[in-house]
T-cell receptor
Framework: DAGVTQSPTHLIKTRGQQVTLRCSPKSGHDTVSWYQQALGQGPQFIFQYYEEEERQRGNFPDRFSGHQFPNYSSELNVNALLLGDSALYLC?????????????FGPGTRLTVT | DQQVKQNSPSLSVQEGRISILNCDYTNSMFDYFLWYKKYPAEGPTFLISISSIKDKNEDGRFTVFLNKSAKHLSLHIVPSQPGDSAVYFCAATQGGSEKLVFGKGTKLTVNP
């Protein structure tokens, strides 16, 4: 049973560019959340998708957007990259009908903005 | 504004002894608390949780204690094993939301 998978593993981008990160949830899960973890910090909630719609959003600017597909996989898009966007981006999945707090995390995508 | 605080960046204990990881929170609306463990190059893994209607929850070697009046929770690991060496994150949420608010983490090292 595959857990949460994320791609790519690492990514290097230049300031001002745009980036797309991808996530496939754990089998049976229908809800995907994205977190940003800066160096030395805990993960910070970006947003959550369920039924292809953004359900909750954290304190992140509109440069951060997402999408969920009918197969429940998800993308995180970041426009106009800033140096401060360098971080580990974590995807977490859960089941809306299951235990709501038990989110399963992927290994993350390490984004470096130069 | 850090709503969940883990004031000890690191903790070192001997194998077989007790590990106690602490977490404080400021938002009195939080009603559910979780602990996650994270190994390098892996995502956080759910460990144990507690609802605000309880003051203790046990799962094998792991016990979480909640003191609501002090807005404090702690994770006890007994006995500690070298495989427990990881970064431990405290997280909180409210009102059934899946938006987790994390602390900065505590790096636990269990020495053989």
């Amino acid at each position: 049973d595959a857990g949460v998978t994320q791609s790519p593993t690492h990514l290097i981008k230049t300031r001002g560019q745009q980036v797309t990160l991808r996530c496939s949830p754990k089998s049976g899960h229908d809800t995907v959340s994205w977190y940003q973890q800066a160096l030395g910090q805990g993960p910070q909630f970006i947003f959550q998708y369920y039924e292809e719609e953004e359900r909750q959003r954290g304190n992140f600017p509109d440069r951060f957007s997402g999408h969920q597909f009918p197969n429940y996989s998800s993308e995180l898009n970041v426009n106009a990259l800033l140096l401060g966007d360098s971080a580990l981006y974590l995807c977490a999945s859960s089941s809306w009908t299951g235990f709501p707090y038990e989110q399963y995390f992927g290994p993350g995508t390490r984004l470096t903005v130069t | 504004d850090q709503q969940v605080k883990q004031n000890s960046p690191s903790l070192s204990v001997q194998e077989g002894r007790i590990s106690i990881l602490n977490c404080d929170y400021t938002n009195s609306m939080f009603d559910y608390f979780l602990w996650y463990k994270k190994y390098p190059a892996e995502g956080p893994t759910f460990l144990i949780s507690i609802s605000s209607i309880k003051d203790k929850n046990e799962d094998g070697r792991f016990t979480v204690f909640l003191n609501k009046s002090a807005k404090h929770l702690s994770l006890h690991i007994v006995p500690s094993q070298p495989g427990d060496s990881a970064v431990y994150f405290c997280a909180a949420t409210q009102g059934g939301s899946e938006k987790l608010v994390f602390g900065k983490g505590t790096k636990l090292t269990v020495n053989p």
